[in-house]
């Protein structure tokens, strides 16, 4: 047997006319009806990533599929990928436990590595030579 899904990270939208890009809360309530319909047509996966940068809307996966629990009900939910090597593990733990008693046990965590280092220094993390200390 075999698992179908989607996974997205939340990239704002330009307008191809204006050049604006959408807003986040925009973006964000598209996701929740985008996961919803998931749900409805039969889906069995859905994974958001994180990210920590002006052009994406999902900084926190685990909110995203909190509000996502709320409003399905079989598709499964998970994280794709929270970024273990910026956030407490014990937290982030108790986040997605958080979520999976709000699911009824839908609820999956993929946890990886940070891919762009320019937010690193947001959480206070440096690596020689690439930030100036503070």
Wanted: hydrophobic share 45%; glycine share 8%.
């Amino acid at each position: 047997m075999f698992e179908l899904g989607i996974s997205m990270f939340g990239d704002l939208r330009v307008d191809p006319t204006t050049g604006k890009i959408q807003p986040a809360q925009q973006r964000l309530q598209e996701i929740i009806e985008e996961i919803k319909l998931m749900d409805e047509v039969g889906l069995d996966f859905f994974g958001i990533g994180e990210h920590h940068r002006a052009d994406y809307a999902v900084a926190s996966p685990e909110i995203v599929l909190a509000a996502a629990a709320t409003v399905t009900k079989n598709i499964k939910l998970g994280s794709a990928v929270s970024v273990i090597s910026s956030a407490d593990p014990v937290k982030l733990y108790k986040d997605f436990a958080t979520v999976d008693l709000i699911s009824g046990g839908r609820t999956e965590i993929m946890a990886g590595r940070g891919s762009f280092i320019e937010f690193f220094p947001c959480f206070w993390i440096r690596f020689k030579g690439l930030f100036r200390t503070f």
